[in-house]
């Protein structure tokens, strides 16, 4: 079972600062099988990076995606007030076929 | 438009059963996946199951095999999760998500449905 794990649990930045998130997994993982997610409270999740490094669609370009084997990080270049939420990985694998990280929180400092 | 909807919150008692659904429209439902994932309160996203509904070729978490059934109509474009008997500790919200086409990520997500379980 591959375990996914996010760091740090919450980051507090202010904004127009730049944003590291880092995604650890058990396991080798696949970089075409590595997602990134937002949620904003109340709001289900959204996808932001898919293959580790690709944007989905209408995602801005400040966001961006890197890493290959067992360590992934999801970039904000300069954040933006709407930026702050709970930030998640994703991978997809054998068992169990989808796991999560338990989230990283990136609050207003 | 490619939509997800989902059925409203819903309060039952410990051993009620349960059937959710999950309503896509915009697209061609049979030839996407339809994934769901609970979110207990407070806590992060798991995975609870899969669903291609052209098939009804069906995945579960290993944690939730024997605890939950998921099941596909297609010719009414949706989606379900059900529950024989709820505990306290369904208590969540579930979301539906479409699983993209080209790679295994969920692109399109339904607005979730609150279940409460309480005696």
């Known amino acids: 079972e591959i375990v996914l794990t996010q760091s740090p649990g919450t980051l507090s930045l202010s904004p127009g600062e730049r944003a590291t998130l880092s995604c650890r997994a058990s396991?080798?993982?696949?970089?075409?099988?590595l997602a990134w997610y937002q949620q904003k409270p109340g709001q289900a999740p959204r996808l932001l990076i898919y293959?580790?490094?690709s944007r989905a669609t209408g995602i801005p370009d400040r966001f961006s995606g890197s890493g290959s084997g067992t360590d992934f990080t999801l970039t904000i270049s300069r954040l933006e007030p709407e930026d702050f939420a709970v930030y998640y990985c994703?991978?997809?694998?054998?068992?169990?076929?989808?796991?999560f990280g338990q989230g990283t929180k990136l609050e207003i400092k | 438009e490619v939509q997800l909807v989902q059925s409203g919150a819903e309060v039952k008692k410990p051993g009620e059963s349960l059937k959710i659904s999950c309503k896509g429209s915009?697209?061609?439902?049979?030839?996407?996946?339809i994934g769901w994932v609970r979110q207990m309160p407070g806590k992060g996203l798991e995975w609870v199951g899969i669903i291609y509904p052209g098939d009804s070729d069906t995945r579960y978490s290993p944690s939730f095999q024997g605890q939950v059934t998921i099941s596909a109509d297609k010719s009414i474009s949706t989606a379900y999760l059900q529950w024989s008997s709820l505990k306290a500790s369904d208590t969540a919200m579930y979301y539906c998500a479409r699983r993209c086409g080209g790679n295994p990520s969920f692109d399109y997500w339904g607005q979730g449905t609150l279940v409460t379980v309480s005696s």
């Open positions: 396991q080798s993982v696949s970089s075409s099988y």
């Open positions: 293959g580790a490094s």
């Open positions: 994703q991978q997809y694998g054998t068992s169990p076929l989808y796991s």
């Open positions: 915009g697209y061609s439902f049979t030839s996407y996946w």
